[in-house]
T-cell receptor, first 116, second 112 residues
């Protein structure tokens, strides 16, 4: 069974469209994240949720909206897609609940988003 | 605030040679440090982590890293490179309640 799964793996869409990426984890973790990896492989945190509560919201355009229906799911909805949104988006989860940050994150396979 | 600097975006070694990937960190509180590996078109996989126990940490696939507080470093090493080690390697730091902050990555090439 895949621990952290994302769908779709590839997403090609036109500018201005709205799209969603889904993420599910079956590890029983309380915390989930979205990371963006740009064309130079740089990974940057976008959001983190702990038990459905938003914990981290980095400087991300408000066109990006995370939604956590339960602690096993964290979906990413993107409105009015722009060329610069093209990247690989990774979902991750961890057992982190103490606030100490000493637990590793488990990553999904990534969603390669291409905006044309 | 926390940050990670990986020295060298590309490292090339011969098969059987020593692998050394450099990572320096900055953190205002005692850090937790991680090394992840990313194979092409894959997600990130944890290699090893330092969480304030032993300063020499052993990970998977024969990799290890040593935490040196005086040098604010957490370099990754492997005595003998294999072709299968070719991948992108990321150092990451976590301090406090923040999520992992990653370095810019180092691409390891292994020459036959």
């Amino acid at each position: 069974d895949t621990a952290v799964s994302q769908t779709p793996k590839y997403l090609v869409t036109q500018m201005g469209n709205d799209k969603s990426i889904k993420c599910e984890q079956n590890l029983g973790h309380d915390t989930m994240y979205w990371y963006k990896q740009d064309s130079k492989k740089f990974l940057k945190i976008m959001f983190s949720y702990n038990n459905k509560e938003l914990i981290i919201n980095e400087t991300v355009p408000n066109r990006f909206s995370p939604k956590s229906p339960d602690k096993a799911h964290l979906n990413l909805h993107i409105n009015s897609l722009e060329l610069g949104d093209s990247a690989v988006y990774f979902c991750a989860s961890s057992q982190e609940r103490t606030g100490r940050g000493n637990t590793e994150a488990f990553f999904g396979q990534g969603t390669r988003l291409t905006v044309v | 605030a926390q940050s990670v600097t990986q020295l060298g975006s590309h490292v090339s070694v011969s098969e059987g040679a020593l692998v050394l990937l450099r990572c320096n960190y900055s953190s205002s509180v005692p850090p937790y440090l991680f090394w992840y590996v990313q194979y092409p078109n894959q997600g990130l996989q944890l290699l090893l982590k330092y969480t304030s126990a032993a300063t020499l940490v052993k990970g998977i696939n024969g990799f290890e890293a040593e935490f040196k507080k005086s040098e604010t470093s957490f370099h990754l090493t492997k005595p003998s490179a294999h072709m299968s080690d070719a991948a992108e390697y990321f150092c990451a730091v976590s301090a406090g309640r923040r999520a992992l902050t990653f370095g810019s990555g180092t691409r390891l090439q292994v020459q036959p």
